[in-house]
């Protein structure tokens, strides 16, 4: 019965060993994949563009500078003018 004792006391510590070998390699695979800054900082300048480009996009930018461009062309001959209000031939 005392093979088997140190037979089991040996499988356990062998068993620790590769616990704690694995819990190490997971630790370190961890902090490789949460380390957002050092992924952000070698692509910045992608990320800063995608940036802009997104908020270009959601604060309606095509759409306003489309309706800029393609209203000075539809707009008339301005007849008169009184404060803000412009009266426009559109003949």
Known sequence: MASSD???RRELAAERERLAE???TLRSELGEATDIGGRLQAKLPLAAAGALGLGF???G???ATV???LRRGREG???A???RF???DKG
């Open 22 to 24: 694995a819990v190490g």
């Open 67 to 69: 309706r800029l461009l």
């Open 81 to 83: 003018k009184a404060g």
């Open 57 to 59: 996009v959601a604060s």
């Open 61 to 63: 930018g095509i759409g």
């Open 77 to 79: 001959e301005p007849k």
């Open 6 to 8: 140190q037979d089991i």
């Open 86 to 88: 412009t009266l426009v």
